[in-house]
Each structure stands twice: as C-alpha cells, then as structure tokens.
C-alpha cells in the first residue's frame, strides 16, 4: 500500500517529469488493456460454448458506453505499444537515454498522429450505425451483464489470497533460490520485450479489422463482407456466423484467423498477465501474503484465458449456433421494441445492425 502511495504522491510531486508521466500511462494502459481483455477472451469462447449470451455480449459493445471504451482502448494499445518500443529501444541501447525526454515526446506525438485518422474512421462507422440503428440493451443491462466478471475476478482474488494463505503455513521462503528467480527474472525480462514487439503487429492488425476496415458494428450488419475472409457473406447478422466464418477460413489448408487469434492470446495473456504480476508485486512487498496472492491471482487469470480461449480455438462453431444466435438476436430486436426483420426480407431492410 505504501509503494502505491509513493507512486501517486511522487507522480503528483515530480510535475513536469515526463519520464515519470510515461512510466505511470504505460502502467494504466497496459492495466486497461489487461482488464479489456480479461472481459474479451471469456466473451469469444461464448461464440462456440454459449452463442446466445455472444449476441448479448457484442450488443454491449454496440452500446455508446462500450463505444466510448473502444477509443480508451484503441488509445490505450496504441500507446502502451509505442511506448513499449521506446523502452525496449533505450533498454538495448542504454547510450540512448540521454535523449529519452525527447524521444516520450516522440511517442506522444506519433500516438496523436496515428489516433487522429484512426478515430475519424471508427466515428464514421459509429455515425452510420447511429443514423440508421439504435443500441439493443439499455445502460442498466449492460453494466449488469458486468457483474458475472466482476464475481468471477472476486472468486479468483479469493481463491489467490486461500492459496498463498495456506502456503505460507507450510513453506518459508526460500533464501537459497535467490539466484534461480533471478534466472526466472531475466528470462521474463526478455520475454516482456520479445513479446511486446510480436504483439505490435497482431494487435495492430486485429485492431485494423475489427474497428477501421469492418468495425465493430458491421460484425453484425446483415448481408456484409467477412473481413478476412474474401467472397464470404454474413447472412444471418449475427456476431456467432462472423466468427465460425473466419475460424473456417481456409488459405493453403491453414485455418489462417485460427492460427492469428492463438498466437495473438497466448503472447497477449502471458505478456498482460505477468506485467500485472509486476505491478501487483510492487505495491504488495510489505506483505508476504498478499505478494504470493498477487503473483497466484496473476497464473489463475492467465491459466483461466489461456485454456477457455485455447479451447474455443480449437472447437467448431456448428449451424445450430448460429441458428441460436439467429433466433437470440430477433428476440432483443423484440424486446427492445424495433422492428424485427422478416425472414427472406433483404438485408437492406434491416431495421438494425444486430
Ligand atoms: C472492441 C475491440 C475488439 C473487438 C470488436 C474484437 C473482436 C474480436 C472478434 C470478433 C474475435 C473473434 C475471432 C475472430 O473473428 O478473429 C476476437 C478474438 C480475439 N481478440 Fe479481439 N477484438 C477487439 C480488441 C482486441 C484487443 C485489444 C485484443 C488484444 C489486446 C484482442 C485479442 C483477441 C484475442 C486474443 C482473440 C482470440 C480469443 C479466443 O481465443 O477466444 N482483441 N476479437
Ligand atoms: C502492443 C505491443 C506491446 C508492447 C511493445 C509492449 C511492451 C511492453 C514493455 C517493454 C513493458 C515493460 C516490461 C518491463 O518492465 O520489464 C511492458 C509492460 C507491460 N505491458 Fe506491454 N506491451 C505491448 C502490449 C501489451 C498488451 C496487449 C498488454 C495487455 C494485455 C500489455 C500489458 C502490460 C502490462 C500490464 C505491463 C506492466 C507495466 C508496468 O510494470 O508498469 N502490454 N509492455
């Protein structure tokens, strides 16, 4: 508690030090983008394991508060990276951090020129939607549809704090595996940074498909492109057929998103979840306890992504989902008093985008 402390009150102290400003916006984002995640993953396997509660999850994030999230976001990665590249630059050529002043400029600059045009296109897909369509779920049912995930990082907190309670009754830590953590240390060290420069183009190019070329709306537009995967319609509108469409993408006998999609979760989860590590870590020193629940919280929360989204990965999205989405998705159109679109009607008779 004290170390968060210190954090705060020098960030607020040492006004006008932009090296200090860079470390605690590369903390928050990276943090941002770790919860975002968290919420993403689980939200996916639903596409194989409960399609239904998939439309409800991506009519949330048609919602203007999800929208005004996805700018954070977007803002948040595209920071986070360019920063990310700065310090792993520095890191490799120490000689370099006379100018690091100038150059957290330089990654401020270039993430205002890379978020400019970015925005422009995402508040067009934004502007179109709104102009013809209006969101499914009101504020109310979207902050509710949180609370599961909120229950589920409660339970793994709970269950992080059992495990290292009950650990430290048994073993003491142990002074003669200083040198081999250190190991395990650098090893995390390298891999922070390797990681980080792998990720920059999957994020970069998940990121492109999902907010600028189609966005987040057209995942469920009625008779539209499947970006990523040339010649293929969305014929159901829904979220679900988007998925299984791109997962059944085929080039040269490789499921090419399927492949994407692994590399990106595995580097994401265990890139985001160990630099949660760090962070918890380092306001947790005072304790033993609470440092070994941080570090258990942060294997729980990777191991939990890494098996859903592993699995859903591997499995195969069958028509009877898409059926069910089909049917889920006429239903909130219901409820949410528009008019549903008839069977057989043309795609551009759709009253809304879901
Ligand atoms: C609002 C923003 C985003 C949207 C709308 C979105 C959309 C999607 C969709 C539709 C899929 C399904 C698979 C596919 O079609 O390829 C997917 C999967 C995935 N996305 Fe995103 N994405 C967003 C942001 C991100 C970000 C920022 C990250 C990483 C930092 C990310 C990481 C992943 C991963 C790892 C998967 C695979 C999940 C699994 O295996 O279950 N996404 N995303
Ligand atoms: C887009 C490419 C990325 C690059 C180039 C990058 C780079 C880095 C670097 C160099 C570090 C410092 C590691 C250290 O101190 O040893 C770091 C820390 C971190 N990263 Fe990333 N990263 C990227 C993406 C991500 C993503 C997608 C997430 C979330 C899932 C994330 C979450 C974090 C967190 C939470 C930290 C710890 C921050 C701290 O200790 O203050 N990063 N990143």
Request: with cysteine.
């Amino acid at each position: 508690m004290t170390g968060l402390v210190t954090t705060i009150t020098e960030t607020m102290r040492y006004k006008g030090a932009i090296g200090q400003w860079s470390w605690v916006l590369h903390r928050i984002s990276g943090l941002g983008v770790v919860l975002f995640i968290t919420l993403h993953i689980v939200d996916t396997s639903w596409a194989l394991f409960y399609p239904e509660l998939y439309v409800h999850a991506i009519a949330s994030y048609q919602t203007p508060l999800f929208t005004i999230g996805e700018f954070f976001l977007v803002a948040c990665v595209v920071y986070h990276a360019y920063n990310g590249i700065r310090v792993i630059v520095m890191d490799f050529r120490p000689k370099l951090w006379r100018n690091q002043r100038k150059a957290a400029y330089w990654v401020l600059g270039l993430t205002a020129i890379t978020l400019i045009p970015v925005f422009i296109l995402m508040f067009g897909h934004v502007l179109n939607f709104y102009r013809e369509s209006s969101p499914l779920l009101g504020l109310g049912e979207v902050i509710s549809a949180q609370l599961p995930f909120v229950a589920g990082i409660a339970v793994a907190m709970i269950a992080a704090l059992l495990f290292s309670g009950l650990i430290g009754l048994f073993v003491r830590e142990p002074k003669q595996r200083r040198r081999q953590r250190s190991n395990t240390e650098r090893f995390w060290w390298s891999f922070m940074r390797i990681s980080g420069l792998l990720i920059v183009p999957l994020v970069f190019g998940h990121l492109a498909m999902m907010h600028v070329l189609q966005g987040v709306f057209d995942l469920t537009a009625q008779g539209s492109t499947i970006v990523g995967a040339p010649g293929a319609i969305n014929t159901t509108g829904t979220a679900v057929e988007f998925v299984a469409t791109r997962w059944n993408f085929f080039v040269a006998g490789v499921a090419i998103w399927r492949v994407y999609d692994f590399l990106l979760l595995t580097l994401v989860v265990l890139h985001g979840f160990n630099g949660l590590r760090y962070v918890l870590t380092d306001y947790t020193m005072f304790s033993p306890l609470l440092r070994r629940a941080s570090v258990y919280l942060s294997v729980i929360g990777a191991v939990v992504l890494l098996v859903l989204g592993g699995a859903a990965l591997m499995g195969t999205i069958p028509q009877s989902s898409i059926d069910a989405a089909e049917q889920a998705t006429q239903h909130l159109i219901e409820q949410a008093g528009l008019t549903p679109v008839e069977e057989g009607a043309p795609a551009a008779e759709a009253t809304t985008s879901p």
